[in-house]
């Protein structure tokens, strides 16, 4: 590989991972265990306390 392409290759990876980057992105944001158990515990408190008005 002579030096012009292997530079070419680096500098077209490194456009690549940037552009990457800067795309949205599709999957929803990670949220622990803890957390998930937590937030289904508040929403069945919520739902049982609006029954009970």
């Known amino acids: 590989m002579n030096r ?3 530079i ?3 500098l077209k ?3 690549k991972k940037a552009s990457a980057k800067l795309a949205p992105k ?3 944001k ?3 265990k803890a957390d998930r ?3 289904a515990a ?3 408190q919520d739902t049982t306390g ?3 008005q």
């Open 37 to 39: 158990e937590k937030l």
């Open 26 to 28: 599709s999957k929803p």
């Open 42 to 44: 508040e929403s069945a």
């Open 13 to 15: 990876a490194n456009a």
């Open 50 to 52: 609006t029954a009970e």
């Open 4 to 6: 012009r392409k292997k």
């Open 30 to 32: 990670y949220i622990c």
């Open 8 to 10: 070419n290759q680096l």
